[in-house]
């Protein structure tokens, strides 16, 4: 595999770009887009007028030199869209959510392993975080001891004048768990480094939005693995005088030391985001991850050729969808209030 050619199928949530553009960064080729909408379609055009618009699925699904599909289609959407790709020997990258129901998560894990395609979802707020790839690293040469807790905490900002229909209808988007939290999720499982959690308590409400019922726009789980307990809050409460989408926090504490990641904004007043504080037994110290190197893109091109899991473990990509999904059912059989 020289070159890998990619196809955009399903351009509803704005990811899409940062999902091309992590691709096109590793030496990929964009070698079209399918998209129904035709305003969707002119915005991705104006920022790829090389790639060409398809037609239809289908003639994506039979082109034998496009290997991979990535997605950003509407949440529910997307799991029947990686089905399809993989049943059609394509390997899939898709935005969080990857599905949106246990019966979703059963069929894709069933055709992954069917198939021996790839499955993969972008968790941005990790692999595109500068501060959060730095923490992993300190985190793996022993920085800070053992992981005992993780408090990730991911609040977003409405814009609900810019928000489609599907972000408002619980069956569309899945509910916020699912959604946003599954990026903390697969945080949680990435800095203890375990492979199964137990979720013992989560929350959902509606707070700011009484006139759309069905979104929830605060969440919180309460997770542990045996060895390291997490705590995980999500919400679209960021407020418009925030200078960002939303101040997205984690919060590591090991046996010799604490990690703070700011990713997007310090509240303090040091300039821009991705800045990470470190205390272990040899002080205090920041240091300023904006120059820190991305590899999510070309570790996962290299796994496409190498058929490896160095970008992300395929187990660990359906697990933390599987604790997104266990918590928001918990939530819900609670009543769901925060």
Known sequence: MDELRFAAVGLNHNHIYGQVNCLLRAGARLAGYHEEDNALAAEFSGAYGDAPRIATLEEILEDESIGLIVTAAVS???????????????????????????????????????????????YSEHFESPATVKAGEL???????????????????????????????????????????????????????ASDATVLSASVGNRSVPDAPELQDTGSIHLTT?????????????????????????????????IEVRKTVDLAGRQGGNHLLIADRKGVEHIDCSGVDLPFGRLFLADLR?????????????????????????????????
């Open 139 to 193: 985190i793996a040469e022993g920085a800070i001891g053992d992981v005992v807790h993780v408090v990730g905490l991911g609040p977003h900002r409405l814009r609900r004048e810019s928000r489609p229909g599907w972000f408002f209808r619980r069956a569309d988007y899945g509910g916020i768990l699912t959604d946003i939290a599954s990026h903390q999720c697969e945080q949680f499982l990435f800095f203890t480094g």
């Open 306 to 338: 190498d058929r490896t899991e160095t970008a992300m473990q395929q187990e660990r990509c359906f697990k933390a969808m599987e604790l997104a999904l266990q918590a928001q059912a918990i939530a819900e059989l609670n009543g769901g209030r925060n």
């Open 226 to 258: 045996g060895q390291a307990t997490g705590m995980i809050h999500v919400n679209w409460l960021t407020p418009d005088g925030m200078p960002t989408w939303g101040d997205g926090r984690l919060f590591i504490v090991g046996t010799s030391g604490t």
């Open 76 to 122: 529910s959407q997307r799991a029947e869209l990686a089905i399809r790709a993989m049943q059609n020997g394509k390997d899939v990258l898709t935005d969080k959510p990857g599905m949106t129901s246990f019966d979703q998560l059963a069929k894709l894990r069933r055709v992954q392993a069917d198939t021996g395609r790839i499955f993969s979802i972008l």
